[in-house]
């Protein structure tokens, strides 16, 4: 298990259950740490679009963050390696 990410505040159309997504690798475990990504709250109003809503944003924002940070850590760490 990689990630496991809270969508229970976001607007999903069609979708009134609280829903997490499980990610993972078919890969033998890297670590003893899971990931996770949380909602502080819902959406203030169903957006119009809810792929652009506040809290699916926030998600992906942050999901977008700690993947660029997971890269920067593996490009340090590979490059310590090369030294």
């Not at 740490?33 to 652009?52: C, L, S």
């Not at 699916?56 to 940070?69: G, H, P």
Request: with cysteine; net charge positive.
């Amino acid at each position: 298990m990689r990630w496991v990410i809270d969508t229970s505040g976001a607007y999903i159309p069609g979708h009134g259950t609280p829903t997490v997504i499980l990610c993972h690798r078919v890969r033998p475990p890297q670590g003893d740490t899971v990931i996770t990504v949380r909602g502080v709250q819902g959406e203030p109003a169903i957006p119009a679009d809810p792929a652009r809503g506040k809290v699916w944003s926030a998600i992906a924002e942050a999901v977008r963050r700690r993947l660029a940070e997971d890269r920067l850590k593996e490009a340090l760490a590979h490059s310590q390696r090369i030294a």
